[in-house]
Each structure stands twice: as structure tokens, then as C-alpha cells.
């Protein structure tokens, strides 16, 4: 039946059979009716009222002028890797000359599909199976262009060609099968990778950036406990440079040194009474049952220390002449007369 369906011819434009000549007919609109005087092209009536001569005038060809659809029939065509297909289509053509499409052509709706139909072959066969279902507009296209150019002379212009079916073999069709699931096994594959590869950036850009914030945060630390600690040391040296500058202040006023030789004795006596605490190694003098020649010997050496105040004292203001020894020594001795 499809054999049969092929090759059977292509439907005919009219139903009916032509009009007679009868002197006076109604041509209907987008109808173009040829006219021939005694067996010779006479004229084309339009459409309304047109008046003939009986016998001498004949109707013989009738030409509709709407836009005609025409059925191509399935074939066979292979593809530029070889590879069978089934294929049809639509054909959509205007008679555009009546005249030319009277004579030009014997049947001009069967002419036009089987020119469809060998350009449909000729360029199925430059295109590869692929291709083919990708390039389905230009492959129309082109169909088109072939037939407009052979269709010419027969006053015929092809407006569009659509392809409707296109059947693969069973084989093919499996195989085209696999290779779509392949393919979107390998963008599913792509896409993992791509994803685990942006992952991976990210993470690694997370720690970089982690890593100089908290280098920062540790310069930023150092920087500021060293300003700190130089802050520190200013104050405690301004302290300490106030703290002698008081001291030396109330070593210049009157009976200054004897306070000072106090303190030290104090001092001097407190130390050596601690000199066993820290460690067994104790390393005493020759005279440790002497207070007074010890407190003697401290007061020694601050007095040598501070001679060049104490000179410069004695200038300013006259000693009166009392004990020989200083008041802190008689303290000190009269201490250790009550203890003893």
C-alpha cells in the first residue's frame, strides 16, 4: 500500500471537468480561465463577466490562483554517512502565470512534487544523519530555492516546504538512542567535575583568605603589645626619673644625709638577716657579732658615694660641733645596748 502510495499520481487541482462555451460566463474570483480561438492561445478571462464566441472560443484550461497544498509522497533517501531514511513532506505553491502554467508543463502540480522529491534526495545526500535533524530549516530552505529556480518557466513560485516525517531504522534509531544517553551521562559526568572543582576553589580561597586575616590579626597583636610595652617603659622610667628627682630634692634639705644613712642602715640590716633564707650557701663577715661596725662600714660607703654633696654642704651651712659620731650611729647603738 505504500508502494502504491508512492507512486500514485499527485492530486489534481480541479474536480470537475471545464466549463462550456456558452457566449456570456461568470468566472469566479482567484480562477483564471485560458482561451483558445480555434485551437490557438487567445486570451485569459478574469473573474466576472466575460462574453465568447460559440465554436470559434474554447475553454481549455482552468487555473486556480489560491495557494495550493500538495502532499508529497514518503521515499527513500540516504545520508552522507550512509544511512537509509524515510522521508516526507508539505509543498506549498501559487500558480503565478497562468499562461506559462498552461503550456509550459503538462501537469504542473505532479512536475513540482517530483522535483520535491529529487532535491529532497540530492540534499539529503550532503548532510550527515546528525545534521539532519539539526539543519531541518536550511535543508526546507534549500528545497525551495531548487524548485523556485526549476519552476520558472512553468509560472509556478514554491512559497514553503515543510518536512513532516522522518523515519531511521530500527538500528540506527537504538543506536541514536545510546549515543543521546551517553551523551548526557558524560555533561552529568562534566558538570560533577566542574562542580568539584568549584568546591574546591572555594575552600581553598576560604582558607587563603583565613589565613592573611589571621596574620593580619597577629601583626595587628604583636604591633599593638609592643606599643603597649614601650608605653609601659616610658611611664615606669618618667616614674622612676620623678621618684629620683624627689629623692635628690629631699636630700638636699636639712638633716637629709642623716635620714639617708638610716635608711641605709635599715636596708643593709634586712638583708643580712635574709641572706640564709634563699639558699645554704651563706657567705658571712669576719665581725658578724659587730652591728655597729657593719651599720659603720654601710654608712662608709654611702658617705663616699655622696662626698662631693657632702662637701658641698659643709661650704653652705656650718656644722655645730657635737659628738663625733652621727645621731644615727647612737641610735644605733643604744639599740643594741637595750637588746643586749
Partial sequence: LKRAARLAPAPCRWNSGLPMNIGVLFVPQQ?????????KFHRILEPGLNFLIPLLDRIRYVQSLKEIVINVPEQSAVTLDNVTLQIDGVLY????????????????????????????????GKLSLDRVFRERESLNASIVDAINQASDCWGIRCLRYEIKDIHVPPRVKES?????????RKRATVLESEGTRESAINVAEGQKQAQILASEAEKAEQINKAAGEANAMLVKARAKAEAIQLLAAALAQQHGNAAASLSVAEQYVNAFSKIAKDSN??????????????????LGIYTTLTKPQAVKTQDDMPQTHEDSQSPATQMLKAEQGSSS
Avoid at 480562477?31 to 485551437?39: D, H, L, P
Avoid at 502554467?101 to 512536475?111: I, K
Avoid at 650557701?281 to 654601710?298: I, K, S, Y
Fill in 281 to 298: 650557701t651563706v657567705l658571712l663577715p669576719a665581725n658578724t657579732g659587730d652591728v655597729t661596725n657593719m651599720v659603720a662600714q654601710a
Fill in 31 to 39: 480562477e483564471a480561465w485560458v482561451v483558445e480561438r480555434m485551437g
Fill in 93 to 124: 505553491l501559487r500558480v503565478m502565470d497562468p499562461y506559462k502554467a498552461s503550456y509550459g508543463v503538462e501537469d504542473p502540480e505532479y512536475a513540482v512534487t517530483q522535483l520535491a522529491q529529487t532535491t529532497m534526495r540530492s540534499e539529503l
Fill in 176 to 184: 541514536m538512542q545510546m549515543q543521546v544517553e551517553a551523551e548526557r
